[in-house]
T-cell receptor, first 109, second 114 residues
Framework: KNEVEQSPQNLTAQEGEFITINCSYSVGISALHWLQQHPGGGIVSLFMLSSGKKKHGRLIATINIQEKHSSLHITASHPRDSAVYICAAGNFGNEKLTFGTGTRLTIIP | NAGVTQTPKFRILKIGQSMTLQCTQDMNHNYMYWYRQDPGMGLKLIYYSVGAGITDKGEVPNGYNVSRSTTEDFPLRLELAAPSQTSVYFC?????????????FGDGTRLSIL
């Protein structure tokens, strides 16, 4: 069993829909990272959070420490949001990350 | 700022050949990492470094070596390439002073071993 699990693995939605991607982790963490991997392969850090909620533009990330669960939401989705979204758990005491396998999101115009 | 720069972007090697994947960052980050990404799998940590002269193994270090002689550079060496090392390799860096910090990634090196 992976220490970090994401769902769904694949998600296709129409432009404008509200998107939710889930991440559950079984390890103790110091922070939860959300990353975006573009179709060309580059990886960008979107959020790093250890409690509560963060918002950047149309993206919102939440975390529930007690339930060991985080969600990434995209409001008013757009085809340019099509990418693989990866969550990663940051371990206590060092900077190593444990990665989920990613959620491939496709937004259809 | 260029951020994290990886070279080459693509490479095909024959079994048994060796090569060095280059990684340099211009953000004065103290931590640097090498990951590999295989299809359908999460990124796996190969090696990491917390500063010049200090390196440590990650989850999948076998078949690889690293060095960190300067803050900027963190090359990854494959000594005897094997088909199992066919993967996409990412270098990343972060500035760590107590707390977790976001990692900045290079664009990746796609390596095929034939």
């Amino acid at each position: 069993k992976n220490e970090v699990e994401q769902s769904p693995q694949n998600l296709t939605a129409q432009e404008g829909e509200f998107i939710t991607i889930n991440c559950s982790y079984s390890v103790g963490i110091s922070a939860l990272h959300w990353l975006q991997q573009h179709p060309g392969g580059g990886i960008v850090s979107l959020f790093m959070l250890s409690s509560g909620k963060k918002k950047h533009g149309r993206l919102i990330a939440t975390i529930n420490i007690q339930e060991k669960h985080s969600s990434l939401h995209i409001t008013a989705s757009h085809p340019r949001d099509s990418a693989v979204y990866i969550c990663a758990a940051g371990n206590f005491g060092n900077e190593k990350l444990t990665f989920g396998t990613g959620t491939r999101l496709t937004i259809i115009p | 700022n260029a951020g994290v720069t990886q070279t080459p972007k693509f490479r095909i090697l024959k079994i048994g050949q060796s090569m060095t994947l280059q990684c340099t960052q211009d953000m004065n980050h103290n931590y640097m990492y090498w990951y590999r990404q295989d299809p359908g799998m999460g990124l796996k940590l190969i090696y990491y470094s917390v500063g010049a002269g200090i390196t440590d193994k990650g989850e999948v270090p076998n078949g690889y070596n690293v060095s960190r002689s300067t803050t900027e550079d963190f090359p990854l060496r494959l000594e005897l390439a094997a088909p199992s090392q066919t993967s996409v390799y990412f270098c990343a860096s972060s500035y760590v002073q107590g707390d977790n910090q976001p990692q900045h990634f290079g664009d990746g090196t796609r390596l095929s071993i034939l």
